[in-house]
């Protein structure tokens, strides 16, 4: 019997959607699936995780916003006391942190950023891409103990979120002494859905001209329901905070549509967004090497195209 502990994440007690993509990537691993979720308003998470079908949630529910060590240290004897075999995570700042820091705890193997996993000849062969998406990697893991992997968002189709299950929910305990801890967490108030989350991504390089070039692209996205997007050179140019930035120095994404808008398609940008679905690309040089991942490419005035665009795209989602 393979035992999985998958890791949730919540926004003040709202279990987070990708907890159905932490599911789908726990039945391909084992057939007993546990959770656990923790930070303030965890005890509210955990009842969610119900309608996915897990029947045991260990919650640590607690004022410490954060604490690698803490979080480390609280979960640990739980991983032994049930004889886990993999530990799954998102591959988020959240899941990125404490993966490492469980690892090097338990001094177990870990895999990162992971965008498919299966069962080859009863080994976990775990997909992943190397050198910015230049070469896709298989990897099987070695060694004793726990596994632990996180993977990138949305390259798992979500499990369905469609039982009445009730969960049966144990706590957990915060050491006394935490070498670091994040005690308040303030998000920034910009109205927009984060890239990391988002289905539609429309982003802005260089060819918008400045700050006042991401006001037609913000205006598009928030009326299509899009997450907005930038590139390195826009972030550099102080025209856009970098928590819009995608690629290998921001964030990596992989959303169902992105639509990249004067962005020339520099290896360090295509290398956090090549994986998307479908790319459209809106350029008015025809060279742009963007064109050539693209799926669709328009070559002319982005400050032309927008507007049209939108107005199509807003006709076809109300239709």
Same mark, same amino acid.
């Given at each position: 019997?393979?035992?999985?502990? %998958?890791?949730?994440?919540?926004?003040?007690?709202?279990?987070?959607?990708?907890?159905?993509?932490?599911?789908?990537?726990?039945?391909?691993?084992?057939? @007993?699936?546990?959770?656990?979720?923790?930070?303030?308003?965890?005890?509210?998470?955990?009842?969610?995780?119900?309608?996915?079908?897990?029947? @045991?949630?260990?919650?640590?529910?607690?004022?410490?916003?954060?604490?690698?060590?803490?979080?480390?240290?609280?979960?640990? !004897?739980?991983?032994? $006391?049930?004889?886990?075999?993999?530990?799954?995570?998102?591959?988020?700042?959240?899941?990125?942190?404490?993966?490492?820091?469980?690892?090097?705890?338990?001094?177990?193997?870990?895999?990162?950023?992971?965008?498919?996993?299966?069962?080859?000849?009863?080994?976990?062969?775990?997909?992943?891409?190397?050198?910015?998406?230049?070469?896709?990697?298989?990897?099987?893991?070695?060694?004793?103990?726990?596994?632990?992997? @996180?993977?990138?968002?949305?390259?798992? @189709?979500?499990?369905?979120?469609?039982?009445?299950?009730?969960?049966?929910?144990?706590?957990? $305990?915060? !050491?006394? $002494?935490?070498?670091?801890?994040?005690?308040?967490?303030?998000?920034?108030?910009?109205?927009?859905?984060?890239?990391?989350?988002?289905?539609?991504?429309?982003?802005?390089?260089?060819?918008?001209?400045?700050?006042?070039?991401?006001? !037609?692209?913000?205006?598009?996205?928030?009326?299509?329901?899009?997450?907005?997007?930038?590139?390195?050179?826009?972030?550099?140019?102080?025209?856009?905070?970098?928590?819009?930035?995608?690629?290998?120095?921001?964030?990596?994404?992989?959303?169902?549509?992105?639509?990249?808008?004067?962005?020339?398609?520099? %290896?360090?940008?295509?290398?956090?967004?090549?994986?998307?679905?479908?790319?459209?690309?809106?350029?008015?040089?025809?060279?742009?090497?963007?064109?050539?991942?693209?799926?669709?490419?328009?070559?002319?005035?982005?400050?032309?195209?927008?507007?049209?665009?939108?107005?199509?795209?807003?006709?076809?989602?109300?239709?």
């Amino acid at each position: 019997m393979t035992k999985v502990l %998958i890791i949730g994440e919540h926004r003040q007690g709202e279990l987070k959607a990708n907890a159905g993509e932490l599911v789908a990537a726990a039945r391909v691993l084992g057939d @007993t699936i546990r959770a656990a979720v923790l930070g303030p308003g965890a005890s509210q998470a955990a009842a969610a995780f119900g309608a996915y079908g897990v029947d @045991t949630v260990r919650v640590l529910d607690t004022d410490v916003a954060y604490s690698s060590d803490g979080f480390a240290a609280a979960l640990a !004897p739980v991983i032994a $006391e049930c004889e886990v075999n993999y530990i799954v995570l998102m591959q988020s700042f959240f899941g990125r942190d404490l993966g490492a820091r469980l690892a090097a705890r338990l001094g177990t193997p870990f895999i990162n950023d992971v965008t498919a996993l299966a069962v080859e000849d009863g080994q976990v062969v775990a997909t992943k891409p190397l050198y910015a998406g230049k070469v896709i990697g298989k990897l099987a893991f070695t060694g004793k103990g726990p596994k632990v992997i @996180t993977l990138r968002p949305k390259n798992f @189709t979500p499990a369905a979120a469609d039982q009445a299950a009730t969960v049966e929910t144990k706590p957990l $305990e915060l !050491p006394a $002494e935490l070498k670091c801890q994040v005690t308040h967490v303030e998000p920034k108030a910009t109205g927009m859905i984060d890239v990391k989350e988002a289905d539609i991504i429309v982003s802005g390089g260089r060819g918008v001209g400045g700050p006042d070039g991401f006001e !037609p692209l913000r205006d598009f996205a928030q009326a299509i329901g899009a997450a907005l997007g930038a590139s390195r050179a826009a972030v550099d140019a102080g025209w856009i905070a970098h928590s819009h930035q995608v690629g290998q120095t921001g964030k990596v994404v992989n959303p169902q549509l992105y639509i990249a808008c004067g962005i020339s398609g520099a %290896i360090q940008h295509l290398a956090g967004m090549q994986t998307s679905k479908v790319i459209v690309a809106i350029n008015n040089n025809p060279d742009a090497p963007i064109f050539k991942l693209a799926d669709y490419g328009i070559v002319d005035d982005l400050f032309q195209v927008v507007p049209e665009l939108k107005k199509l795209m807003v006709e076809a989602l109300a239709g």
